[in-house]
DNA sequence: AAATAATTAATCGTGCACGATTGATTAAAG
DNA sequence: CTTTAATCAATCGTGCACGATTAATTATTT
């Protein structure tokens, strides 16, 4: 009964986190018109150009509801575009327009000011990363767990 | 240059956990038609009932924007009574309702049997707990100083 | 007392997240 | 080859977040 509590306080300040770091990144971003969500898949093209939604999806763990008009969006925007795969017309491939491509360095120099403006040493938080990273896998094999056997002790026996 | 990938590296592994760990709590609460931050809303009731949405808000970092739809589905729901303060008529005073009162218990009975049934040994995250805390704190007084003084370096002096 | 400032909730518009479903296309089974 | 199953993107509906503004009320100043 003392570990909800601390789930709950746990979970509030991960979400209280993720909340702020989101703003902090959304001002740096502000000047260049673009989201953090947005910003995630540049950051993802830029590492891997064309790839499907499908692949940008598993790398950022959102799925097409999401994706569908969050590409659509940084396509009108003019970052990159989106094409049916000639190959197999399910796919869609997403590329980087020259936009995209020459913004990585303005848009990491953006970000990096903004560190410094703040003054925030971010490498103070090298362990904070390993056991968020760590607390993020235990919860995706946690709930993925329960998507595979659908519910209850009889799995399998139906 | 090297703290940009460090920076993006944590912001997006503390998304990541925020959207698990909503989506784990969704599963617990889902019997009762129950959001995340609706009860985050009923938590703060528990703990100090008849409070204004102002009270609220600064104890979830919300503001009216976020925080009067998201009331006002809860007393739909019939959880708590919304109305407007006699003595400060531009207050609006929440309190629980029973049903409200009376969930507390079976609430919190659901998301323990949720820890244990994905055997979430939450406890050993009690140094991640620190840490995020920490994180969020300075992630808060970094945001919050630039809110005060406008922009540049040149404040107060126009 | 009247004018001004501060506080508070509500409103508006945009952009995620996400459960659920649908339709198109491809792969696999019979 | 045809039927069936699997894959993939899109669509739909709901509920946050949040920047920006507005309107009502209260507090403060003059």
Redesign the pocket.
Known sequence: MEDIKLANQLCFSVYNTS?LF??FY?KALSEFNL?Y??YLVLLALWEEDHQ???QI?RRLH?E???L?P??R?IEQAGWII?EKSPQ?????GIRLKDKGRDAQEPIQQAIAECLGHEHLDISEYREAHETIVKLEETLRAALAEDTDKPKGKFNGLM
Not at 88 to 92: P, Y
């Open positions: 909340r989101t703003k959304q989201t969500p947005q499907t939604l499908h999806g959102l097409s509801n999401t569908t969050l590409l969006r989106r197999d017309k399910r796919q869609l």
